[in-house]
């Protein structure tokens, strides 16, 4: 690891050394472990570049025009997931399990699209999904100075000071942005741990079209068993088209042509995408709290949920296609596998020595320089103190988990609260701003069916009830003599708050004052969530000010060598594609048809269904053709959809999933066997040429242009 950079003729403190090997822990046989180089993560920003390492690494130092178009090509997709410009006539790329709802919606009448797919053999079959957004990277800028001027340093400069200046800045920049072009949005995000701020500027493209999507059999091949494992055989990837206002197809100045030979085993490869999180700049006593509180709490819950969805599914398929439920229990089920990932990785004793390792690396390089001593020596053992606090109040956090989630709560508690919360605010003043955002959201929570809502009721009531205790006021008050399951019924009988129409009547005419039988409930239930999301939010903004702090003292030492964790913005993810060990064997760096079809015939169906289609093809097919790909890149959530892109910017394939031991990568990055899963850009097109016939969608990803009988567009 680098030593500390300037003075470095202060002795260590004695006392401070003891008490820090105390704070990090290193049992043995793992207390000879040594942190990495890239132990931090290869998600690079733009704006820290690692030019040098490229060369040194790869053979070349990308230019400016190279890091532009690396730059302008890639796309955030809605609000999750990544995609990119692959042709000139703004034909764009993502996965298809982030197109899953857009498809539902788009499905009309009597049709089913999720579970039949959609092809646009012509320019008008294009569907325009209503409420999808790309955003567009146009500049970023450095605003640290700006979120700090004026704020005093230490605990006055918290997370909550902050947060508010990165808010007001935030509207002012978006407001200057938006009179030079209505399209550009702002966003502040904080980078190493709120010790950088960095404002984002993107360009919002919200006529987007679905132009392809396969069958869910494809784009799910495999199912929840095959869910992060390798090797894999899907077709996990969709396209849409973004239009201009004057409804012609978009040119945008960048887009990336396609790599029809593709990529070889050993060849390096680049993820250009929007990775969500990681927790690599976290203490051990951070990823204790993780372990052993945070993510049990939350699989708990979640698996409880998946748990009422999966019988609701089952039992009443007609309602659950009707509300379509698979998309949300798709969802769960994905995040249950990666919290369970993640878990068993904090219970890697190699991985929490190897973070122990860093972290005291870093306590040792403060404690040798006075003036970091001075400033950032006690600041390790703060945050150890503060996950105690933490843990006092952790099963009451837990109990509340879905209890305001616009996806995973019960419809009528969500509701409830942000009917509470609206009439709260209103009373004490809330500007108008505040009050628009909630209602916006309130807006957004779907209806769905009486039967799973109910069991979703009992499942939340139960939860507090246990938690708290069935003797605690509050407990007695709200359940007198009923059960949770009898005041569970009289809410799905009674409760307007069931439907969406009838329940945004009351919001309007102020809900607190209706004689809704929802009100008391949450009247009861509403103070204690926002007491104990206060007490959490307390500590975390605590926590939040030592650590970026500690971020700072980590800038004097080491400078911005290592890239900071993931946050949603852009990132280039370096790595190769390659092989890894398992089960005794290799994991080959490609699988193909062959594979697709041999778990096809050996399962006999089920999640390795295939439609009669795909069964009729495979004399069509060149079944040797590369389906699915691994790469050494580093990705997270939220890299879904990024263009897997060769030394040229070509594609060659686009990201789709971890495998399940990349899954503690979110800790502590590491390429033994941790791999990202690509979509080969071969498969995409003999699928596209053979299956699906779509001549004109693989013309115009082979020439970067739509026929030239469909072209008329207009340029970014």
């Not at 500027?201 to 929840?224: I, K, N, S």
């Not at 709290?289 to 409880?304: A, S, T």
């Not at 799905?492 to 039988?517: C, E, H, I, R, W």
């Not at 009247?523 to 969530?529: D, I, N």
Request: proline letters at 5%.
């Amino acid at each position: 690891m680098e030593r500390p950079s300037g003075d470095t003729s202060g002795t260590v403190d004695t006392a401070q050394a003891e008490k820090a090997a105390s704070v990090v822990p290193i049992p043995a046989p793992y207390d000879t472990v040594r942190p990495q180089r890239f132990d931090r993560g290869r998600m690079w920003t733009f704006r820290n570049f690692p030019t040098e390492y490229f060369q040194n690494t790869y053979g070349f130092a990308p230019d400016q025009e190279w890091r532009t178009k690396a730059k302008r090509g890639a796309l955030k997709f809605g609000d999750k997931c990544s995609a990119s410009f692959v042709s000139a006539d703004g034909l764009v790329m993502t996965n298809h399990h982030c197109a899953r709802e857009y498809v539902s919606a788009v499905s009309r009448s009597g049709e089913s699209l999720l579970e039949d797919g959609f092809y646009a053999s012509s320019p008008d079959a294009e569907r325009e999904a209503e409420d999808l957004h790309v955003d567009q990277l146009v500049k970023v800028e450095d605003v640290t100075a700006k979120v700090y001027d004026g704020l005093r340093q230490g605990r006055q400069a918290g997370a909550q000071a902050r947060q508010q200046r990165v808010e007001s800045l935030e509207k002012k920049l978006t407001a200057a942005a938006a009179q030079r072009d209505s399209a550009l949005k702002v966003r502040i995000q904080p980078a190493y741990q709120g010790a950088k701020y960095s404002a984002y500027t993107y360009r919002r493209y919200q006529d987007v079209r679905l132009v392809m999507a396969p069958e869910l059999r494809l784009g799910y091949f495999g199912g929840a068993a095959d869910n992060f494992s390798y090797p894999r055989y899907v077709l996990d990837v969709a396209f849409f088209r973004v239009y201009t206002a004057e409804g012609e197809p978009l040119q945008p100045t960048h887009h990336f042509s396609w790599d029809t030979d593709g990529a070889q085993a050993g060849e390096a490869v680049f993820a250009v995408g929007h990775p969500a999180s990681t927790s690599r700049l976290r203490m051990v006593s951070q990823l204790k709290y993780e372990r052993d509180h945070q993510l049990p709490n939350r699989l708990e819950v979640l698996r409880k949920r998946r748990g009422l969805i999966a019988d609701y599914i089952n039992s009443h398929p007609d309602s659950a296609a009707h509300y379509d439920l698979r998309n949300p229990f798709f969802t769960i089920k994905n995040t249950i596998e990666s919290l369970r990932g993640q878990l068993r990785g904090l219970h890697d004793p190699y991985l929490r020595a190897r973070r122990g390792m860093a972290v005291r690396t870093l306590r040792d390089s403060i404690l040798a320089v006075d003036s970091l001593q001075q400033k950032y020596g006690q600041i390790i053992g703060e945050i150890q103190q503060l996950q105690q606090s933490k843990t006092v109040i952790a099963d009451k956090r837990g109990a509340f988990v879905t209890f305001a989630n616009l996806n995973l709560g019960s419809r009528i508690l969500v509701r409830a609260l942000h009917g509470y919360y609206h009439d709260f605010l209103r009373k004490r003043g809330a500007p108008p701003s505040r009050l628009r955002s909630i209602r916006q959201d309130a807006k957004r929570i779907n209806n769905w069916p009486p039967g799973l809502e109910k069991a979703f009721l009992v499942a939340q009531f139960e939860e507090i009830r246990e938690t708290y205790g069935a003797g605690h006021p509050t407990m007695q008050r709200l359940f007198k003599s009923r059960s949770p399951t009898q005041l569970a019924d009289r809410l799905v009988q009674k409760s307007a708050l069931m439907d969406s129409t009838s329940f945004m009547t009351l919001f309007n005419d102020g809900y607190l004052a209706s004689d809704d039988p929802s009100v008391p409930v949450i009247e009861a239930l509403a103070p204690m969530f926002l007491n104990i999301n206060r007490q959490m939010r307390d500590i975390q903004n605590t926590e939040q000010t030592l650590s970026a702090r500690l971020s700072r003292a980590r800038f004097s030492i080491y400078g911005s060598a290592f890239p900071p964790n993931a946050n949603g913005s852009l990132r280039i993810s370096d790595g190769r594609v390659r092989s890894y060990p398992y089960n005794g064997t290799l994991a080959p760096p490609f699988t193909n048809f062959y594979g697709l079809y041999d778990q096809y015939f050996s399962h006999g169906g089920s999640a390795w269904s295939l439609p009669a289609q795909w069964v009729n093809a495979t004399d069509s097919l060149e079944l040797n053709t590369p389906l699915n790909l691994v790469s050494t890149n580093d990705i997270s959530g939220g890299s879904s959809g990024s263009p897997l892109l060769n030394k040229d910017l070509e594609v060659v394939g686009v990201v789709f999933d971890s495998n399940t031991e990349g899954l503690p990568n979110e800790y502590l990055y590491r390429t033994r066997a941790a791999r990202a899963i690509s979509v080969d850009a071969r498969g995409i097109l003999e699928a596209l040429r053979v299956v699906y016939d779509a001549d004109r969608l693989v013309q115009e990803i082979r020439t970067g242009e739509r026929p030239l009988a469909e072209t008329a567009g207009a340029k970014e």
